[in-house]
């Protein structure tokens, strides 16, 4: 049985009170400043007669305050409902609904934080505004809003819910994804083995926390006792570079749009990168000239390819670096404890070289969609899930994707729903129809397409399009490419053939 | 000069992060990355646009939020530039 993340960040704080456990700006906060942090935030939500069980949304940047209200959720026996930082009010709202959270606490400072804050009100959530100091202040700011900090945290069981991340679906349908105790201690402790953590490491992480990558690298440098260098803006990738340089970082994680950017413009032989031991890809396929040269300039950083999906806390296979030349273009093996196989659609296993469904089994595989029992009992079956993905293993059972058996666009890591996109352009009054569909981009692998057949006599323009879409979508999901058309392509069925759109 | 410039600037992240030609949606100081206007792939085409539209090479350690991170800020930078050159 794994240490469950509580036990864990308690195990870390004990070993070494004193070691920086995250490094955001102007501000560090040890592993006991950590505790502390965490326990204010649990007692303040037992002082506002919280329930264990009840869940409780952060709304939030990557920070060391995001990181002391996770644990202090967790620690106040609810669960946490991590909301996307670069999603609009309207949607965010429509997951508090439906997550049925009693409390928001929010980035007083956050774009959406005004719009959010109404209609949570008219929600009757109750919303906790919080500062994001960023400079020595910060923890005696956080103490001032939340109070005593004495420890008293719940004991949680492996079963219970820890989080629920909501991932693409249709705006009326979120998908919400409840990661149990168990499952993030199960996760934890496999990434943690297989990368060799270590209270020594040094990561800098510029992946969102509430997405399950950025999740699981705070998890595992915590449960280790690691520190993490939190840098939240990877639009000037010499920064980080430099960052990573001065401060002697160990490991840093990327999806491939990380890696093109980093490559794309910035020479990384111009930086001492000699303390880089290990550097880990997931989110979807990087092009293997990617890693090539990836592997050139940073020869001595071990490169571990990665796969995995929210469904499966985060992670499902690795690539061990020493098998990456002769197996270059595999996602590897399965992490400790998890079980992967190719099927076909009657459910079986199918032999070295065919494609099939790929489907997971072990101790990271979520609770299901939370309170959606029939999208639940679509991708977990006898089992096992069900992840989406095409693949097939070779004889040595290392494991290759092909692609995506559900219709999804993946926009950099990000997974779009082209459903979610179509309804928010259908909602414009003058649309008669709409299709979406992914076409191949340099840097962020797809982008999306939109296909718009106008009512008869009206007359629409690309700006207005996507100023409707970012009005009320997310910034990754509003299409890169609008064209209108007189009429959708379709099967003799009727239905919309999205492939030809692209 | 330095006025055309600004708004040839403006008029392109308007158009391309904002989807408007209302110039009163983006003020001139207004930092790109802290208001969500631009992401880092975002920036990334704002920098092609300074290299081919505007013809002034950015070098790697310029790439830094004094020089690109608001309307004013890209106007400076391009112009100090250019006087340079």
């Not at chain 1, 399950?212 to 993490?228: E, I």
């Not at chain 1, 990738?237 to 890696?259: I, N």
């Not at chain 1, 079956?381 to 290759?400: A, I, P, Q, S, V």
């Amino acid at each position: 049985m794994s240490t469950l993340l509580l036990e864990a960040l308690r195990n870390s704080a004990a070993r070494n009170p004193g070691a920086p456990a995250i490094v955001w700006r102007n501000t560090k906060w040890s592993y006991a400043d950590l505790v502390s942090a965490a326990a204010r935030v649990s007692n303040v939500l037992a002082a506002r007669g919280v329930q264990s069980g009840a869940r409780i949304a952060l709304l939030m940047r990557n920070s060391p305050q995001y990181v002391a209200c996770y644990y202090g959720v967790l620690g106040a026996g609810c669960a946490v409902v991590a909301l996307n930082s670069h999603e609009r009010a309207n949607v965010l709202a429509r997951q508090l609904e439906h997550s049925g959270a009693e409390l928001l606490i929010a980035d007083r400072d956050h774009v959406e934080f005004e719009p959010l804050r109404r209609l949570a009100a008219e929600q009757g959530v109750a919303v906790m505004p919080i500062s994001l100091g960023d400079d020595e202040h910060s923890q005696s700011l956080f103490a001032q809003e939340f109070g005593a900090s004495e420890l008293s945290w719940a004991p949680a069981a492996p079963q219970d819910l820890a989080m629920i991340i909501y991932t693409s679906g249709t705006t009326g349908r979120p998908k919400g994804v409840m990661i149990s105790h168990g499952n993030l201690a199960a996760n934890t402790a496999a990434i943690i083995e297989y990368l060799g953590l270590h209270c020594g490491d040094r990561g800098l992480c510029v992946l969102p926390f509430h997405f399950s990558y950025g999740n699981s690298m705070l998890h595992t440098h915590l449960a280790a006792g690691a520190t993490l260098f939190i840098e939240d803006n990877f639009a000037f990738p010499q920064v980080v570079l430099r960052r990573m340089q001065d401060e002697a970082v160990t490991g840093f994680s990327g999806v491939p749009s990380t890696f093109a950017l980093l490559l794309g413009r910035c020479r990384l032989q111009d930086y001492d990168l000699s303390s880089l031991r290990y550097i880990t890809q997931a989110g979807g396929a990087m092009p293997r000239p990617l890693i090539q040269r990836l592997r050139t300039e940073l020869p001595s950083a071990r490169l571990f390819v990665m796969y995995g999906q929210t469904e499966a806390t985060a992670r499902l296979t690795y690539l061990d670096p020493a098998d990456l030349d002769r197996k270059l273009g595999s996602v590897g093996k399965p992490v400790a404890g998890v079980e992967i196989q190719v099927c076909d659609a009657s459910g079986r296993e199918l032999p070295p070289g065919e494609i099939g469904e790929i489907r997971a089994r072990g101790p990271n595989i979520m609770l299901g969609y939370w309170r959606d029992p029939q999208a639940t009992q679509q991708v977990l079956r006898d089992g096992w899930l069900y992840t989406g993905d095409l693949g097939h293993k070779d004889n040595e059972g290392f494991l290759y994707i092909d692609g995506r058996a559900v219709e999804m666009i993946k926009v950099g890591a990000f997974r779009v729903s082209p459903q979610e996109v179509e309804e928010v352009i259908a909602a414009l009054p003058d649309v008669e129809e709409v299709a979406v569909t992914a076409i191949p981009d340099e840097l962020l692998g797809q982008a999306i397409k939109a296909v718009i057949v106008p009512r008869a006599g009206k007359k629409l323009n690309v700006l207005q399009i996507k100023a409707h879409c970012r009005e009320h979508l997310a910034a990754y999901k509003v299409p890169k490419v609008v064209e209108f058309a007189s009429s959708l392509p379709r099967t003799s069925s009727g239905k919309i053939q999205r492939f030809k759109l692209a | 000069m330095a006025d055309d410039l600004r708004e040839q600037i403006r008029a392109f992240i308007l158009e391309n992060y904002l989807f408007t030609s209302d110039p009163d949606a983006l003020g001139l100081d207004d930092s790109l990355l802290g208001r969500g206007i631009v992401d880092s792939t975002g920036m990334l085409e704002i920098i092609f646009f300074i290299e081919e539209q505007l013809g002034v090479k950015v070098k790697d350690e310029e790439m830094i939020p004094d020089n690109l991170d608001s309307v004013n800020k890209i106007t400076n930078f391009v112009l100090s530039k250019r006087q340079a050159a």
